[in-house]
């Protein structure tokens, strides 16, 4: 098989992963919310969401109606033969799965509000690439939902409102959103370079695995610390309260410019999809996220 074969292969395949079957760590911190969560209504809503997963990887159909905006996360080794083709491989992965699983078409002009039907568009998929030493490639599928999108937040704060003024924003941010992310969410914060630079690090922050800390001690701190004071605001399982309005903070940050201090908020509903796998130039591929029985 081509690489371009095998690279439309294990795409189409990460999609039906990512949209049928959460990754383990994210139904853990849900089955913990569960067993933790006193108030009866986001109890009853945490139930709801169990079973929903059950049946989901039960009757292998999407665990959300909104199969979301894609985005793949590609880590490239640069000597990696054939990447000029994986863009127009990742292409046609989505309009297989779109076709077969099937996947709902969210992908519309902005300004004709044309639904293509195939969840390809313009800078649709959207790829983002990191170049690495080596001869793998590491594919990640994130399927977005428009719910947990609408409720992003940017914000240029003044420098000089530092840690505090930070925090602030983003709880602030939480308590705007309310139940229209679909909480328990999980939440991804970018700190630092510009506009554009620190919402790339708070939606890429929300591909961490929940049950991994922040190896930097001070931000693993600042991640537990947003994660109690969210929490404490009682919003809740879907907005009806509780002890649970996120399973995880995730932060991320790069060097500022000194008079701009962005942050970014990034909301992922509890529908936290993801699926990743590793293409190696033998053609031999290591699913990552998940079983590779369970494609």
Not at 96 to 117: D, E, H, M, Y
Not at 137 to 156: Q, V
Request: hydrophobic content about 40%; charged content about 25%.
């Amino acid at each position: 098989m081509r690489v371009e074969e095998i690279v439309e292969d294990v795409a189409a395949r990460l999609l039906r992963l990512a949209v049928v079957k959460l990754p383990s760590d994210v139904k853990r911190a849900i089955e913990r919310a569960y067993r933790e969560e006193e108030n009866p209504l986001g109890k009853a809503q945490l139930q709801a969401i169990i079973e929903n997963i059950r049946l989901a990887e039960e009757l292998e159909r999407p665990i959300c109606q909104d199969t979301g905006l894609i985005t793949f996360y590609v880590r490239a080794g640069a000597d990696f033969r054939g990447l000029d083709r994986v863009e127009l491989s990742l292409k046609r992965a989505v309009k297989k799965a779109t076709r077969q699983i099937p996947l709902r078409p969210n992908a519309v002009n902005p300004f004709t509000q044309q639904n293509s039907g195939n969840n390809v568009g313009r800078l649709l998929p959207y790829v983002k690439w990191d170049i690495v030493p080596g001869e793998h490639l590491e594919i990640t599928a994130f399927p977005k939902g428009g719910g947990s999108e609408n409720t992003c937040t940017l914000a240029m704060l003044s420098p000089s409102v530092g840690v505090e003024g930070l925090k602030r924003f983003v709880v602030e941010s939480v308590l705007k959103a309310g139940g229209m992310p679909c909480p328990p969410t999980i939440i991804g914060v970018g700190i630092g370079g510009g506009a554009d630079i620190s919402m790339d690090l708070a939606k890429a922050a929300l591909l961490r695995p929940l049950n991994k800390p922040n190896p930097d001690p001070w931000i693993a701190d600042l991640e537990h610390q947003l994660y109690r004071e969210i929490n404490a605001l009682g919003i809740g399982p879907m907005g009806l309260g509780g002890k649970f309005t996120t399973l995880a903070v995730k932060v991320s940050y790069a060097y500022r410019h000194p008079a701009s201090y962005p942050v970014a908020v990034a909301f992922q509903c509890w529908a936290a999809r993801r699926a990743s796998a590793r293409i190696h130039m033998d053609g031999s591929v290591e699913y990552l996220t998940h079983k590779v029985e369970e494609a």
